[in-house]
Each structure stands twice: as structure tokens, then as C-alpha cells.
């Protein structure tokens, strides 16, 4: 059996929505010291609607392939359907990701998030901080494999 799907190696291969918003209404970055991973989002919000989203990912196949789908699940959403994106919704969107890599799939559900609390915090709206990766300290979120 393949490691990877068909899903997930067309994401890396022809990933969608590679690239920046200059003008983007939210950014979020996440970065993963122990795998190197980083992870940029950029959403363009109107009328409370995610009309695009971009991403820069620096890492391994599976970071880039979870990127691409989660870009590709959040656009044209509102955002708060964007805000509950789980890292399970982008796994089952790409047939699944090996176990050692699931976590590729958490950063990008954190980037999104991220950049939805930037969105937030640029135009003063009220959001619950709990909803939120925490990590104020460092400006990124770094996880512990177990």
C-alpha cells in the first residue's frame, strides 16, 4: 500500500492557492521547531465570507498537500465555518495522512485559525480567546509529539 494518497500527492504536486495576499484581511503563522515545518495563511474576509486564501509552507510533502486542502476547504465559507475546520476534516479531505504526519494537518488548522484571530483583532471584533491556539509569548505555536 501506498504511503501517501492520490489526494495527497496531487495537493503536493499541483498544490492549490500557493502565494500571498499583499492586501490579506488576516495572517496566521505556525511553525514546528522539531519538524521544521512553518506555515503562513492569508484570508481576504468580506461580507463575513472567505473569498480567498493563500498559503507559503516550508516543509515536507504532507504540510504543503495539508495546506492546500485546507485552503481549498475554508474558500468561499463563512468564516465561522471556517473557524470550526477541524485537522480530522483536512485528513479525511485528502484520504488520510500516515500518523507520523497528522501533524502537518494540525498546522494548518491552526494557520487558519490564527489568521482569523488576526481578522478579528485588526477590525475589533469580540471572539473568545479559548477558541484560539495558544502561544502569545513566542508568536507561534509549537507542539510536542507524543
Avoid at 14 to 28: C, F, M, Q, S
Avoid at 103 to 132: M, T, W
Amino acid at each position: 500500500m501506498a504511503l501517501y494518497s492520490e489526494k495527497v500527492m496531487d495537493h503536493f504536486r499541483h498544490p492549490r492557492n500557493v502565494g500571498v495576499i499583499e492586501d490579506a484581511d488576516g495572517v496566521g503563522e505556525v511553525g514546528n521547531a522539531k519538524c521544521g515545518d512553518i506555515m503562513k495563511i492569508y484570508l481576504k474576509i468580506e461580507d463575513d465570507t472567505i473569498v480567498d486564501a493563500k498559503f507559503e509552507t516550508f516543509g515536507c510533502g504532507s504540510a504543503i498537500a495539508s495546506s492546500s486542502m485546507a485552503t481549498e476547504l475554508i474558500r468561499g465559507k463563512p468564516v465561522s465555518q471556517a473557524m470550526s475546520l477541524t485537522n480530522q476534516a483536512v485528513v479525511e479531505a485528502l484520504d488520510g495522512l500516515p500518523t507520523h504526519k497528522i501533524h502537518c494537518s494540525v498546522l494548518a488548522e491552526e494557520a487558519i485559525k490564527l489568521a482569523l484571530k488576526d481578522y478579528y483583532q485588526r477590525n475589533g471584533i469580540d471572539f473568545d480567546p479559548a477558541q484560539f491556539p495558544q502561544c502569545e509569548s513566542c508568536g507561534h505555536h509549537c507542539h510536542s509529539h507524543g
